[in-house]
């Protein structure tokens, strides 16, 4: 097909594309269980769904879907009703509808929708094909392939660095370098270095947004090129039949909410406008939705503005009014006193202004009339549009279907998943943020909570372990709850994480409460598991839900039963759109709060304030809640409360789910409906704001995050902020593989870590961010290891940061050179992977 008539049909074709996948995955997976539980059309429903997306495929001319499709079609020929599929098939058939969901990422992205290791899925799904005879790769592409990996190393490097040019430049020449490469390989047989190099692309085609999805696709990334290399430097790969399947069985099936391809998410036209018959539908754009969002959020601001005017014209009508009851004074006056020509150019003046006076009424009702219809619109708008923003949660849900098969068959654990609340409506943008942090939750429940067969006989327990996933609605929030019947949380265990990984010291550890201990889980770095895995093991996962809760306006609770379960629960409001906030004065500091969190306004009196415990709270109908200058929440200087004085003192009453705390404010300056701006990536990381909002005076308010200010208030939460403080360590390292690898090995360790590429690019980090200690390779360009412990030593300030050089020089001389420098610890690379680094790094950490 003319690839120009295929870009204009791929919109449409992608959004049908993704519903039929997901119902045919449904539907595969119902022909597994027992025939009297199945849908009566069942089978013949699949073959219309399998058949139907094969002819759409094969018009577009896009083969490798067709192929896989036609296969699983096959698969399907020869089952009766009565009887279903078989497991094997089961596994072989969502491996293939994995591979096409892949494919249309590449699709989304303005790709070739390609479908990755064809061969071996197909021979997979029982179709007999031609598969090339096992070889290796030519000395010729091992030259080709160590250029693009050096370059490709150069562009993971300038992409992790927080200042680039031009990043989308980058990420394209990246792609385009390492689709050249997978060319090659694929022309000479080495299928799993072709393999590695597609991924090495769609990496990089993640990384392109920057913000928390490209940190962890740069993880992925360097990964991938740790292989590359490996793979190069063995002298190529294989190229048989055999090692990619093996590939297909070991690293799990994508998703397209793993693929984190952006166009996946902002390409495929997914909400629909529906008429009142099931057949008028009409698909829209998301950028079109988000086009039309936006005006309709101006319109309302507009309208707000407008009411504003309208409440100046009858001000300005007021005092005219006024105004002529002074002059009208005036003129009896002078009649009274004769007279004379100024009482005739006062009377003049006084009719004049009658006349303005009440043309100034017919306007001021005017204005009044049209803000009333123009409010009509705006409001019939705003609703339209949030029932065209709002879908229901089993776009959300239905997926994780195939995502707890495909992980707990890995991992040997039999699975019932039971879905809740796919009827709950909830707006897109917090339905597509959920996608990637509900599959963390999830995959942290199977390989964490639940047991194996084995153990859980063994403890009483049916073998099949219970996965529960449902969404609550909250009256204007959700609840987004996973929940298992697992061995349930255990605050020794992570309390013994948290010592081991350097989080805290054993005293702090054993300071904490159960509930305190728990919430370490979220904490950036923090995994019990011990060793890398597929699933675990990798450092990052729970505080990627509390980090995209909180940029949503929520929170992340944990509750957990020894032996009996754990359950996850995020509290997320029900849409984006704008709401009704109470704004109030804090100092000179104007603040809004969504007033769907603010129960009420409280007037306390000092009788009403005590200390219970070492904490303040306050008496409110009965209940004593903890209470807080809300100065001291949002990070502004602590003035004086008024009840210090024995004065009055106003309070807000915010409530988050069960949860309520009191917050001290000086002053409730209004109530208006607002609109939640986001600040931008560069104030992600303020928990307690939740964006800004313009007010219709003009001035821009800060929003605050409701959840996170009742979060904050708890007593576990505020002794464990002064409990964990983690030291920051620089790594430097002007080899990408090396400093990846270290960069991970602490990070796994529970250590921020940001990293230099040379010394000089160092020294720049550490003049503006805090770093406690500093890891650095000795032969680097610009400024080597030693020259940057010599500079180090001989600052005012951080002289005594602690410096360990790392390098493959191992003779007394260098070390004895190294350690003239002022390097506080000398270690040669291959002691790194024998926990050499580890060790010396919390021996040479300070003390806290």
Not at 172 to 191: F, I, N, V
Not at 270 to 296: I, M
Not at 395 to 413: D, F, M, N, W, Y
Request: with cysteine; hydrophobic share 40%; aromatic share 2%.
């Amino acid at each position: 097909m003319d690839p120009q008539l295929l870009r204009s049909i791929w919109p449409v074709f992608s959004a049908e594309t993704r519903e039929q996948i997901q119902a045919i995955g449904a539907k595969v997976l119902g022909l597994e269980g027992p025939a009297r539980e199945r849908e009566a059309d069942l089978l013949p429903s699949l073959k219309r769904l399998v058949h139907s997306l094969k002819g759409s495929a094969a018009s577009l001319g896009l083969d490798d879907i067709e192929q896989v499709v036609h296969a699983i079609e096959d698969g399907l020929t020869h089952i009766e009703p009565d009887t279903g599929l078989p497991r094997a098939a089961v596994e072989s058939m969502l491996r293939g509808l994995s591979g096409i969901e892949a494919a249309m990422a590449r699709g989304d992205a303005g790709q070739s929708p390609e479908v990755e290791g064809l061969s071996a899925l197909l021979k997979l799904l029982g179709r007999d094909v031609s598969i090339p005879q096992s070889t290796t790769v030519a000395s010729g592409l091992s030259a080709q392939g160590m250029e693009a990996l050096d370059f490709l190393e150069a562009s993971l490097g300038a992409l992790c660095s927080p200042d680039v040019p031009d990043r989308a430049a980058v990420v394209r020449k990246a792609m385009e370098r390492a689709r050249t490469l997978r060319g090659a390989a694929q022309e000479s047989g080495a299928t799993r270095l072709a393999t590695l190099a597609e991924s090495a692309a769609l990496g990089f085609a993640r990384m392109e947004p920057g913000g928390d999805a490209a940190s962890l696709a740069a993880s992925d990334v360097a990964g991938t090129l740790v292989e590359l290399r490996a793979q190069l430097e063995e002298g190529g790969a294989q190229g048989n039949m055999a090692r990619t399947v093996d590939a297909l069985r070991a690293v799990p099936a994508p998703t397209p909410a793993d693929s984190g391809t952006p166009g996946a998410q902002t390409t495929a036209p997914q909400p629909e406008v529906r008429g009142t018959t099931a057949d008028h539908t009409v698909r829209v754009a998301v950028k079109t939705l988000e086009s039309l969002a936006l005006q309709v959020e101006l319109l309302v601001a507009g309208r707000a503005q407008q009411a504003r005017r309208s409440e100046g014209y009858r001000a300005l009508s007021d005092g005219t009014h006024e105004v002529l009851r002074h002059l009208e004074r005036a003129s009896s006056q002078l009649t009274l006193a004769g007279g004379g020509p100024a009482l005739e150019s006062l009377r003049s003046g006084v009719a004049l202004m009658r006349t303005m006076q009440k043309r100034l009424l017919e306007v001021s009702r005017e204005a009044h009339r049209d803000g009333e219809q123009l409010a009509l619109v705006a409001q019939v708008a705003r609703d339209d549009l949030r029932d065209l923003r709002m879908v229901p949660a089993s776009q959300l849900l239905e997926p994780l279907r195939r995502t707890v098969r495909e992980v707990a068959t890995r991992l040997g654990k039999d699975v019932a998943l039971e879905l809740t609340g796919g009827d709950v409506r909830l707006d897109r943008r917090i339905l597509d943020a959920l996608k990637d942090p509900l599959l963390h939750l999830v995959r942290n429940a199977i390989d964490h909570g639940l047991e194996s067969p084995v153990e859980r006989r063994a403890a009483g327990k049916l073998e099949t372990g219970r996965l529960t996933v449902r969404v609550e609605p909250r009256g204007a929030r959700i609840g987004v709850v996973v929940e298992d019947d697992g061995y349930g949380l255990s605050p020794e265990r992570v309390r013994a994480t948290a010592v081991r990984r350097g989080l805290l010291s054993e005293e702090e550890a054993a300071r904490l409460s159960d509930a305190q201990a728990a919430r370490l889980v979220f904490q950036p770095g923090f995994s019990t598991r011990e060793q890398v895995t597929a699933t675990s093991g990798r450092g990052v996962g729970l505080d990627v839900v509390q980090a995209m809760a909180a940029r949503l306006q929520g929170s992340v609770d944990v509750e957990f039963w020894a032996g009996r379960g754990t359950r996850f629960t995020v509290d997320l409001p029900l849409t984006l759109a704008s709401a009704l906030g109470l704004l109030v004065r804090t100092g000179t500091t104007v603040s809004a709060i969504p007033s769907d969190s603010v129960e009420r306004v409280l007037r306390l009196k000092p009788e009403d304030v005590g200390t219970v415990a070492g904490r303040v709270v306050a008496r409110v109908d009965g209940s004593q809640l903890t209470f807080l200058p809300l100065a001291e929440a949002i990070g502004l200087p602590r003035l004086p409360l008024a009840i210090e004085s024995g004065n009055v003192q106003t309070a807000a009453l915010i409530v988050v789910g069960g949860d309520k705390v009191l917050y001290a404010i000086d002053e409730v300056v209004g109530q208006q409906e607002i609109v939640v701006r986001s600040l931008g990536k560069h104030l992600q990381t303020v928990r307690h704001l939740a964006g800004a909002a313009v007010l219709d005076d003009g001035r821009v308010v800060p929003v605050l995050n409701a959840p996170e200010l009742v979060r904050v208030a708890r007593p576990e939460t505020r002794s464990m902020a002064a409990e964990v403080r983690r030291p920051r360590i620089l790594v430097c390292d002007d080899a990408l593989t090396t400093r990846f690898a270290m960069k991970s090995l602490l990070e796994i360790a529970g250590f921020p870590v940001v990293t230099a590429a040379d010394g000089e690019e160092a020294w720049g980090i550490l003049e503006r961010t805090p770093c406690q200690l500093v890891v650095s390779d000795w032969q680097m360009p610009r400024l080597d290891g030693v020259g940057l412990a010599r500079r180090i030593k001989s600052h005012p300030t951080l002289h005594s940061t602690p410096v360990i050089l790392v390098t493959s020089l191992d003779s007394p001389e260098d070390r004895a050179a190294g350690l003239e420098a002022g390097a506080d610890g000398y270690l040669v690379k291959r002691e790194v992977e024998r926990g050499k680094l580890l060790e010396l790094v919390r021996q040479l950490l300070p003390t806290r």
